[in-house]
């Protein structure tokens, strides 16, 4: 993804950065720990492999994700959030979470917050 030249305030640079429905998803995954692309996919319902690792290159592109290779057979390649970028973001991402939860509650949603261990019961 390109970086444009001009905007109009640093948010606008910042949204652009993580816009899509994916970029998100995966740095709140990635809050949990390093973890391997396999398990990525796995954890993160719907994301094609293809999708997943375009997401990611950009995340390393814009600082929020780096990776670690670890020689050997089979290759073995962990992600995770910088301690800059990466972490930082996650504050953005912990008030966005709280008010999803939020509506979803006053939308009669609860159990299904429950159901996917996203509140306790």
Known sequence: MKVRADYTCPLELVHDMIKGKWKPIILWRLRLGATSLAKLEQDIEGITQKMLLEHLKE?????????RTY?????????????????????A??????IGIEYLKKSGKEQ???????IPD
């Open 112 to 118: 299904e917050l429950i159901a996917k261990n996203v």
């Open 71 to 91: 020689l050997g057979y089979p290759l073995h390649v962990e992600y995770f959030l910088t301690e800059n970028m990466g972490k930082q973001i996650l504050e």
């Open 93 to 98: 991402l912990r008030i966005m979470q709280h």
């Open 59 to 67: 995340l390393i592109e814009y600082g929020f994700v780096d990776k």
